[in-house]
């Protein structure tokens, strides 16, 4: 079982940047592939970032590329979401999610374990 927890989020102004943090509880992160997905209220959870489990490739959604990027420090167990450049739209929360295949993937299905997500909030 491997427990994903985030933290880094909160308000900021349009403009500004966050770095999430998401910690996994297992060994076994090193050798997994690592996503970041988002839900704003009333729409569906979709893809933001994934990495694999080198951290040697890396993938972004359109709407945030050259803004976010993702990267892991297996030694420590840790993936983070460097956000800048953020707007109102970013405005959701975001979670943090594993999967046993070492390799990236954008389908949220193919993730076999969530974070309980942290909120982010991106004024005008």
């Known amino acids: 079982q491997v427990q994903l927890v985030e933290s880094g989020g909160g308000l900021v102004q349009a403009g500004g940047s966050l770095r999430l943090s998401c910690a996994a509880s297992e060994r076994t992160f090193s050798s997994s592939a690592m996503g970041w997905f988002r839900q704003a209220p009333g729409k569906e959870r979709e893809f933001v970032a994934t990495i694999n489990w080198s951290g040697r490739s890396t993938s972004v959604a359109g709407v945030v590329k050259g803004r976010f990027t993702i990267s892991r420090d297996n030694a420590k167990n840790m993936v983070y979401l460097e956000m800048n450049s953020l707007k109102p739209e970013d405005t959701a929360v975001y979670y943090c999610?594993?999967?046993?295949?070492?390799?990236?993937?954008?389908?949220?299905?193919?993730?076999?374990?969530w974070g309980q997500g942290t909120q982010v909030t991106v004024s005008s």
């Open positions: 999610a594993a999967q046993g295949s070492g390799y990236e993937s954008s389908i949220p299905q193919s993730y076999n374990y």
